[in-house]
């Protein structure tokens, strides 16, 4: 009798822990965006395939005080990317289609989030 109760716990165990390590879904590509760099200089910065439906802020221009915002963002996902002027998905935003041309170093960012239509 214990020994059923105990391949039925290690049963359910296993079937919890599959359940819970399904993958997230995640935008298949990469999202380049230029920065100022600590010089001064313009470096590059790449989200690869990132997580769709999550409010993602651009690690290089997440603080407004101390950094500028990232510029010329290139969707190169297989997702729409809606970019923010804001940290958290805030301010004035634009939508790249998936596997767009680079956009202007005019269109400034801080955020993006990634959906499909």
Do not use: I
């Amino acid at each position: 009798m214990r020994l059923r109760r105990s391949v039925a716990a290690v049963c359910g165990a296993l079937a919890l822990t599959a359940a819970l390590a399904s993958p997230a879904h995640a935008a298949t590509g990469d999202f380049g965006y230029s920065f100022a760099g600590l010089d001064g200089e313009p470096q590059r910065g790449t989200l690869h395939d990132p997580a769709r439906g999550e409010c993602l802020t651009v690690p290089e221009a997440a603080d407004p005080g101390a950094s500028e915002p990232a510029f010329a963002p290139h969707n190169d996902t297989d997702e729409y990317a809606m970019v923010f002027t804001g940290t958290d998905c805030s301010g004035d935003h634009w939508t790249l289609r998936p596997h767009g041309r680079p956009a202007t170093d005019r269109l400034k960012l801080r955020s993006v989030l990634f959906f499909q239509r």
